[in-house]
């Protein structure tokens, strides 16, 4: 009987080990001239395999996923896998000078991410905001166990793509004496890598349900998901599933992430539209840009007529009213942190944004292996160097993070690792708590994700578990504020980390390559010398940007 048991107990593990597999890709990241089919001139993108679109990523709940990267830029290059909270593998969440020291040119590096987790991400150029020029492509992870079963998958991806590179358009923005305009070149939206204008009709089947995923790898603009006279009912939100939610529209900011069912009308009497477009009212009004309407047709049967809606419903994306499927009541909060997204100009008047008037830049050691490598040290934020903004956190502490956004720019805040609950908006001028929203203490379970929208004149606050030893960037997911210095880190547990985290050689030859110093605080010192260390400008705050 127990040697039964014990050839019952090896044939489940057999069966679970041959369920899992290796999803492999190979990635040469290469150069790519090209306009991608838009009546723009071209330039010189970024692609893989010397094309662009990248392809899509698609695996399952336990396989490993192996990206096997080679730089064939002039530039290093990294990748990151955007809501993958990489535990235990924080030197793979692909952030230079965070938790690596980037690919260098003419080398090949491997990423290995274990996927426990099911649902809509993206992976994407994260040195140099390699993001903006065309690194970047939908991960799709299934769960076999999905209750959620439908007839078929529909993916839309959508993208700015701009006739300028992210470090063109950088200059422009930072010039001295004030920023420029970049939007002289303005940009074009993608879906699925391809012209707006191409995108293909749905079919649907009478009565039957189908998924529907939703990404946003733009660099700045919001978009909208419409389909006329039908209900789009939210089952997830940046990869955790909630319970259903109907809309009727849904927006995504740069870096979210939705997955919708949509259930078919009973019968073929009617074919109906769809739209997706392409907005904010911080953007330059340009026609055909923004705002950019694209449209396509659901099909149930030919030559039926087309529903004409009295409107195209436009509103924002209501989190507060939306929870999560796995119940998780509010968390009590140990601490709470402010974080004024604050815009200003250096004393030669050079444009920074900034977290509390600390505009980032990078350190000289990666911060994961100041965290590694400096003992008890590592709890000192000075560690890390001022113009990293890092504040470190105990193990398993809720924090409380209170956004701000006065200036007329709204920022979608991502925080890397972790998933976050939304618990609080409001404006930021209300005296009155008149616009104050907050989701009830009991008997609701918050919804969480990864990217919030801080829109211009509000407050947004939430709150995420510090259950994730590393080392994780919380930065704006608009491109150009990533480079302006929108961001800011959390080093969490890392006397933990210093037990548990150990580091493959591949990581280390990296840094080894470029002369990066893989140990010591942020300029290598075993101290808290920290001369020479990079140092945030001082800014004079913009109150009218």
Same mark, same amino acid.
């Given at each position: 009987?127990?040697?039964?048991?014990?050839?019952?107990?090896?044939?489940?593990?057999?069966?679970?080990?041959?369920?899992?597999?290796?999803?492999?890709?190979?990635?040469?990241?290469?150069?790519?001239?090209? *306009?991608?089919?838009?009546?723009?001139?071209?330039?010189?993108?970024? =692609? +893989? /395999? #010397?094309? $662009?679109?990248? %392809?899509?990523?698609?695996?399952?709940?336990?396989?490993?996923?192996?990206?096997?990267?080679?730089?064939?830029?002039?530039?290093?290059?990294?990748?990151?896998?955007?809501?993958?909270?990489?535990?235990?593998?924080?030197?793979?969440?692909?952030?230079?000078?965070?938790?690596?020291?980037?690919?260098?040119?003419?080398?090949?590096?491997?990423?290995?991410?274990?996927?426990?987790?099911?649902?809509?991400?993206?992976?994407?150029?994260?040195?140099?905001?390699?993001?903006?020029?065309?690194?970047?492509?939908?991960?799709?992870?299934?769960?076999?166990?999905?209750?959620?079963?439908?007839?078929?998958?529909?993916?839309?991806?959508?993208?700015?793509?701009?006739?300028?590179?992210?470090?063109?358009?950088?200059?422009?923005?930072?010039?001295?004496?004030?920023?420029? *305009?970049?939007?002289?070149?303005?940009?074009?939206?993608?879906?699925? =890598? +391809? /012209? #707006?204008? $191409?995108?293909? %009709?749905?079919?649907?089947?009478?009565?039957?349900?189908?998924?529907?995923?939703?990404?946003?790898?733009?660099?700045?603009?919001?978009?909208?998901?419409?389909?006329?006279?039908?209900?789009?009912?939210?089952?997830?939100?940046?990869?955790?599933?909630?319970?259903?939610?109907?809309?009727?529209?849904?927006?995504?900011?740069?870096?979210?992430?939705?997955?919708?069912?949509?259930?078919?009308?009973?019968?073929?009497?009617?074919?109906?539209?769809?739209?997706?477009?392409?907005?904010?009212?911080?953007?330059?009004?340009?026609?055909?840009?923004?705002?950019?309407?694209?449209?396509?047709?659901?099909?149930?049967?030919?030559?039926?007529?087309?529903?004409?809606?009295?409107?195209?419903?436009?509103?924002?994306?209501?989190?507060?009213?939306?929870?999560?499927?796995?119940?998780?009541?509010?968390?009590?909060?140990?601490?709470?942190?402010?974080?004024?997204?604050?815009?200003?100009?250096? %004393?030669?008047?050079?444009?920074?944004?900034?977290?509390?008037?600390?505009?980032?830049?990078?350190?000289?050691?990666?911060?994961?292996?100041?965290?590694?490598?400096?003992?008890?040290?590592?709890?000192?934020?000075?560690?890390?160097?001022?113009?990293?903004?890092?504040?470190?956190?105990?193990?398993?502490?809720?924090?409380?993070?209170?956004?701000?956004?006065?200036?007329?720019?709204?920022?979608?805040?991502?925080?890397?690792?972790?998933?976050?609950?939304?618990?609080?908006?409001?404006?930021?001028?209300?005296?009155?708590?008149?616009?104050?929203?907050?989701?009830?203490?009991?008997?609701?379970?918050?919804?969480?994700?990864?990217?919030?929208?801080?829109?211009?004149?509000?407050?947004?606050?939430?709150?995420?578990?510090?259950?994730?030893?590393?080392?994780?960037?919380?930065?704006?997911?608009?491109?150009?504020?990533?480079?302006?210095?929108?961001?800011?880190?959390?080093?969490?547990?890392?006397?933990?980390?210093?037990?548990?985290?150990?580091?493959?050689?591949?990581?280390?030859?990296?840094?080894?390559?470029?002369?990066?110093?893989?140990?010591?605080?942020?300029?290598?010192?075993?101290?808290?010398?920290?001369?020479?260390?990079?140092?945030?400008?001082?800014?004079?705050?913009?109150?009218?940007?």
């Amino acid at each position: 009987l127990i040697m039964r048991a014990f050839y019952a107990l090896l044939l489940c593990l057999f069966a679970l080990v041959a369920h899992a597999k290796h999803v492999v890709q190979n990635w040469d990241v290469t150069y790519v001239t090209t *306009n991608r089919g838009l009546n723009q001139t071209p330039k010189r993108g970024i =692609g +893989v /395999n #010397g094309k $662009l679109p990248l %392809p899509v990523v698609e695996a399952e709940l336990g396989d490993t996923l192996v990206l096997n990267v080679r730089n064939s830029l002039d530039t290093p290059t990294s990748l990151h896998s955007h809501g993958l909270f990489q535990r235990g593998t924080n030197y793979y969440d692909g952030v230079a000078m965070t938790t690596e020291c980037s690919i260098a040119p003419g080398t090949n590096f491997t990423y290995y991410t274990k996927i426990e987790q099911a649902g809509t991400f993206w992976i994407h150029g994260h040195t140099h905001e390699h993001n903006f020029d065309g690194l970047r492509t939908p991960l799709i992870i299934h769960d076999p166990k999905d209750p959620n079963q439908v007839e078929k998958e529909f993916l839309f991806a959508a993208e700015d793509w701009w006739p300028i590179t992210f470090q063109e358009s950088l200059a422009i923005l930072m010039q001295p004496h004030g920023p420029g *305009n970049p939007y002289t070149s303005p940009p074009y939206t993608l879906i699925n =890598g +391809v /012209n #707006g204008s $191409l995108v293909e %009709p749905l079919h649907f089947e009478p009565g039957k349900t189908y998924k529907i995923r939703l990404v946003s790898m733009m660099s700045l603009p919001l978009w909208e998901f419409v389909i006329d006279d039908h209900e789009l009912m939210v089952v997830e939100v940046d990869g955790v599933a909630t319970k259903p939610k109907a809309v009727s529209v849904v927006r995504l900011a740069p870096g979210q992430r939705v997955a919708v069912l949509v259930t078919a009308k009973p019968n073929k009497s009617m074919n109906y539209q769809y739209h997706m477009t392409t907005f904010g009212d911080y953007l330059p009004l340009i026609p055909g840009v923004y705002p950019q309407q694209i449209n396509s047709t659901v099909v149930y049967t030919a030559n039926a007529p087309v529903f004409v809606p009295h409107a195209i419903p436009s509103e924002p994306f209501d989190e507060l009213s939306i929870e999560a499927l796995e119940y998780m009541p509010v968390m009590a909060a140990d601490r709470s942190l402010f974080f004024n997204a604050t815009y200003g100009f250096s %004393p030669d008047d050079v444009a920074y944004e900034s977290f509390n008037l600390v505009a980032y830049s990078s350190p000289k050691v990666p911060s994961m292996f100041s965290a590694l490598t400096t003992g008890e040290m590592s709890l000192n934020p000075i560690t890390y160097g001022p113009s990293t903004n890092a504040q470190v956190l105990k193990y398993g502490e809720v924090v409380e993070m209170v956004y701000w956004s006065a200036t007329r720019i709204p920022h979608p805040q991502h925080l890397h690792g972790h998933a976050f609950q939304v618990i609080e908006k409001g404006h930021i001028g209300d005296v009155t708590g008149e616009s104050r929203r907050r989701v009830p203490e009991k008997g609701f379970s918050p919804m969480m994700r990864d990217t919030v929208m801080v829109y211009s004149g509000e407050y947004v606050i939430v709150r995420f578990k510090a259950d994730n030893p590393g080392a994780w960037i919380m930065h704006c997911h608009f491109d150009w504020h990533i480079g302006q210095g929108l961001n800011m880190l959390f080093i969490s547990a890392p006397q933990l980390m210093q037990k548990t985290l150990s580091v493959p050689k591949s990581v280390v030859d990296q840094c080894a390559r470029q002369g990066i110093p893989v140990s010591g605080n942020v300029v290598g010192h075993n101290s808290f010398n920290i001369d020479g260390a990079p140092k945030p400008p001082e800014l004079i705050i913009n109150r009218f940007y």
